[in-house]
């Protein structure tokens, strides 16, 4: 009788089993199901932000001239714009001197290469032979005499400011204005530029006397 009375629990009990089994494979084709779903849209999500990633990190390399050195010490470009300023103002000054005492060959190195071309523009003489004859031929042809030191400069520098009130500038890390102030309340432009590491007169037409505006 009691082998009889266990059939029955030995029936269940494989039944149980196989119901078991049959909801690990269930659970098992579920959670597979679950991770191709969770592949398939998240793959190309990873693909994009591997490219996104990629094009943050790997910037193009910069082309020549594109670079600019910056100083973050705080007050070093005011510093190095008052030191150009002043071998700017040296330059003038210089070549004043050096015009003054018709020491042409010398003077003609504080010049920049478009001021020996202005200078000597329409002849086969020299900078010094040009400025020594006192003759200069302008583009349209006309020949002018020629005042070596109010043409280049002005006809007086002993009055030299950074800048004048009401005056537009175009200054560069290259290139600074320097205004002789004259009698009369009059002025005269001077650009200095920076050519092969040095400050040298830009001087592309004869100078002009302006007024000083009132502000």
């Known amino acids: 009788m009691d082998a009889f009375a266990s059939e029955p629990d030995a029936i269940q009990a494989i039944t149980s089993a196989v119901t078991l089994d049959e909801s690990l494979l269930i659970f098992y084709l579920w959670a597979v199901s679950l991770g191709v779903i969770a592949l398939k849209r998240f793959v190309p999500l990873i693909v994009i932000l591997s490219f996104g990633c990629s094009d943050v990190y790997r910037l193009p390399d910069p082309k020549p001239g594109q670079t600019t050195n910056v100083n973050l010490t705080p007050g070093a470009d005011d510093r ?47 900078f010094a032979e040009v400025l020594a004859d006192g003759k200069l031929t302008q583009p349209n042809g006309e020949v002018v005499d020629l005042d070596p030191v109010f043409m280049l400069l002005a006809s007086d520098d002993s009055r030299l400011v950074d800048a004048i009130p009401g005056i537009e500038e175009q200054e560069t890390p290259a290139r600074k204005e320097i205004f002789a102030v004259l009698p009369n309340d009059q002025f005269q432009r001077i650009v200095i530029i920076k050519e092969a590491g040095r400050w040298v007169l830009h001087r592309t037409r004869i100078a002009q006397t302006s007024p000083i505006p009132s502000v």
Request: overall charge negative; glycine content about 4%.
């Open 80 to 126: 190095q714009g008052e030191a150009d300023y002043l071998q700017a103002r040296q330059t003038i000054i210089k070549l004043f001197s050096l015009l003054q005492q018709q020491r042409y060959p010398e003077a003609e190195e504080l010049l920049s290469k478009e001021t020996v071309a202005f200078v000597t523009y329409g002849t086969d003489k020299t």
